[in-house]
């Protein structure tokens, strides 16, 4: 995991830059959105988009129907972070300009920013990023997904402009896991632990673990029961935990964190499951000292998006596409959906995926490789549900339906 096993005990918090009156800390943009409108829509926005909205999310062509989730595609927070690198870049017409990480994962987005010369941060081989190149007084923007507390303090010891695109849902939990470490509290963080957005969320808590699904949170409640071997315990979460953890010390008060693009039903299983565990140990009269809910930190897009989700597998399709970023979690996460329903589906970045000839490039669910189908697309009439994550834009999705369209239509 990138910079978990040398992080140091962290006590800065998101408050503390936003209440900081240096006018090198920019999080509200530079009033620039009227000026960067037109070249937004242009590059995000579509119009078979807005006519499939306008009919019900339902478009007929080529024999095939076509059934757009009700929630889909960019959201409030994405929306907002796109704006700001290009209001960043009108702002800062000569400097140059950096960003941390993928502003967030769609890679048209982020090759949009590399044609106007925002330069990205190298990540060396071992999965840490050099800031080497990165001098004194330049501009840095942050992603989406946050930053961690060490990349902040080197940015400031550099003297940067730093542009804040963090999603306020990710400060929210930042926020909730800064209130676990006054309480001595122990963060137990349901996410992917080399996930930026979770990089960044642990780099805020002096004590944390990081766990992946409710299978991985079944065994740190057994462990906390019944107990355990310690060395099991630690190579097993190996890439997981803050520095030097004790499980047996750290385990005994804990509060439940979430990286916010997860599902929001294990979420909340995890943190019953949790909730159960230390009141079985403790007992009732003493839960509060020893566990801390998680709250509500699932965010409404992410929430929305899954449920719109829910909605469309209900009706009778013959496929689903989803649409994002082959590295979005919110994405594979509504992949997982359908997956789970044994519903045909295909988890795609963008209109490239789509072709040569009958076959797909898409990404199983639980693989790290894309494969390549044949045939994918039968013969006869279809009815195909369509989906995009967070980060994927309504040109994206407009221009995977031509792309489908054109397919069809060779075929006849």
Known sequence: MPGCKGRRTAKVSLVFYMSNSNSTYHRKGFGLKDEIHGELKAAYESALIAELRENN??????????KLASAFGFCWGVDRAVSMAYETRRHFPDKRIWITNEIIHNPVVNQNLREMQIDFVEVTSDGTKDFSQVKEGEVVILPAFGASVEEMDLLESKKCEIVDTTCPWVSRVWNRVAKYEQGEFTAIIHGKYNHEETIATSSRARHYLIVQNLSEANWVAEYILNGGKKEEFLERFKSAHSKEFDPDERLVRIGV????????????????????????KYGPEQLDKHFLSPGDTICDATQERQDAMLNLIEEK???????????????????EIADHRKIRSYHIDGPSCIGPGNQIKHKPQNSGECII???????????IGVTAGASTPDQVVAEVLEAVFAMRGGAK
């Not at 999310?57 to 076509?66: C, P, Q």
């Not at 997860?262 to 079985?280: A, D, N, V, W, Y």
């Open 373 to 383: 189908e044949k045939n994918w697309l039968p013969d006869g009439d279809l009815t």
């Open 257 to 280: 964190a979430n990286q916010t693009t997860m599902l929001k039903g294990e979420t909340e299983q995890i943190g019953k499951l949790f909730e159960r565990t230390m009141l079985s």
């Open 57 to 66: 999310n339902t478009l007929v062509r080529s024999g095939l129907t076509i």
């Open 317 to 335: 399709l013959d496929l689903v596409l989803v649409i994002g970023g082959f590295n979005s979690s919110n994405t594979g996460h509504l992949h």
